[in-house]
């Protein structure tokens, strides 16, 4: 069965960092995708950031692309998300998500089949 499991959310003055880290488990193949989401009540999840671990294509959401960066480290099957230059637009719930790798557009949630519980991260003035 899949796992993921979230850690790294925290709070930080806007212009800050944070690393969130999502521990993926269950996989027998490597022929899937991460993706990093976020999510305020009241709104939908926002897909930020997705990679492809087989070949390693990489996607940002417009409002994050330059400040923050999507990785894995495959000897400890874990997708990182390093968050820099962080704004108070940036504050949410954050969720990691998996999926088959053709399962459709990497920015919508409704297309990702396992899911994480999240982690909070908040930006303040």
């Known amino acids: 069965q899949v796992q993921l499991v979230e850690s790294g959310g925290g709070s930080v003055a806007a212009g800050g960092s944070l690393r969130l880290s999502c521990s993926v488990s269950g996989y027998t193949e490597n022929n899937h995708r991460v993706a990093w989401f976020r999510h305020n009540p009241g709104s939908e999840r926002e897909g930020v950031a997705a990679?492809?671990?087989?070949?390693?294509?990489?996607y940002y959401d417009a409002s994050v692309k330059g400040r923050f960066t999507i990785s894995q480290d495959k000897a400890t099957s874990r997708v990182y998300l390093q968050m820099d230059s962080l704004k108070v637009e940036d504050t949410a719930g954050y969720y990691c998500?998996?999926?088959?790798?053709?399962?459709?557009?990497?920015?919508?949630?409704?297309?990702?089949?396992?899911w994480g519980l999240g982690t909070q991260v908040t930006v303040s003035t």
């Open positions: 990679i492809y671990l087989a070949d390693g294509r990489i």
């Open positions: 998500a998996s999926s088959d790798a053709y399962a459709g557009s990497w920015y919508r949630a409704k297309t990702y089949t396992y």
